[in-house]
């Protein structure tokens, strides 16, 4: 229980071993890094987070969804598994909860690394967040159904297909008769991201920035400002990826991460 909230992770490795959490994007879940997490569990201690209102973890009772919310389970979550510095790697939401907690907490952040995402979001962006939470969640009938329903955000992806057929049923519950996301509308409707461009500065840890060549979320352009407003930050393009890299590409991210943690300082 953090926060009044139960939060549930995926864990591998051994306590003791250095820590690294990895946080998934907006509507998503932990086994969103299922084809990276392998190439880690022998030399860390590893959890892979359901953030709040997501996967099996609970949703907020007070609808709260915020950068600070996010960052303050983290440091709780931390807390639980007595980690005193930890390696955190976001993609999406996960990522500019990341880069807010690394702004907030720079004391218990060992290193970054921020997989497609920006600091802050547009405000029409947003605005369509909100539509989309509003609107509830969809209840299917079967589970073929909602298997079949599945569909990333954005949709554009190179991902192979039983990957993303993985990443479908873990996301789905029964509730009811009837079979819907394992997701809080209102994690959608109530969103309120920081914008994070006046953090940037403040993060001290060595940060990894990794963007796909083809996403429209992280363009160049804005990569390169963030690079130059984090003290420590070094950026890496996936040519061909996009926007959810991690699935597109994992064997590319994965050797990138792993050079990035072997450079780490204890």
Not at 66 to 95: I, K
Not at 176 to 189: M, V, W
Request: aromatic share 8%; hydrophobic share 40%; glycine share 10%.
């Amino acid at each position: 229980m953090v926060n009044g909230i139960s939060l549930h992770a995926l864990e591998w490795g051994q306590p003791g071993r250095p820590a690294l959490c990895f946080l998934h994007g907006g509507s998503a879940h932990a086994h969103w890094f299922d084809a990276v997490v392998p190439a880690f569990v022998d030399r860390f201690h590893v959890i892979s987070l359901d953030q709040r209102g997501h996967g099996e973890s609970g949703w907020a009772p007070d609808g709260k969804y915020g950068t600070e919310q996010f960052a303050s389970d983290l440091r709780e979550v931390m807390d639980a598994m007595r980690w005193g510095r930890v390696v955190v790697v976001g993609h999406s939401m996960g990522g500019h909860n990341a880069m807010g907690f690394s702004a907030w907490y720079p004391d218990r952040v060992r290193g970054l690394c921020v997989v497609d995402s920006r600091p802050s979001l547009p405000a029409e962006r947003l605005e369509a967040m909100h539509r989309r939470g509003h609107r509830g969640p969809r209840r299917h009938e079967t589970l073929a159904a909602a298997l079949a329903s599945f569909r990333l955000l954005p949709s554009e992806t190179t991902a192979a297909p039983e990957l993303l057929a993985h990443l479908g049923r873990q996301g789905i519950a029964e509730r009811d008769g009837r079979f819907l996301y394992r997701f809080d509308p209102n994690a959608n409707g109530a969103r309120r991201p920081v914008d994070g461009w006046a953090l940037l500065p403040r993060i001290q840890a060595p940060t990894l920035l990794v963007r796909g060549g083809l996403s429209p979320i992280m363009p160049a352009e804005m990569a390169d400002r963030m690079v130059t407003a984090i003290p420590n930050a070094k950026l890496v393009t996936i040519p061909g990826a996009y926007h959810h890299l991690v699935l597109d590409a994992p064997e590319a991210f994965t050797r990138l991460l792993d050079d990035f943690l072997r450079g780490l300082p204890d």
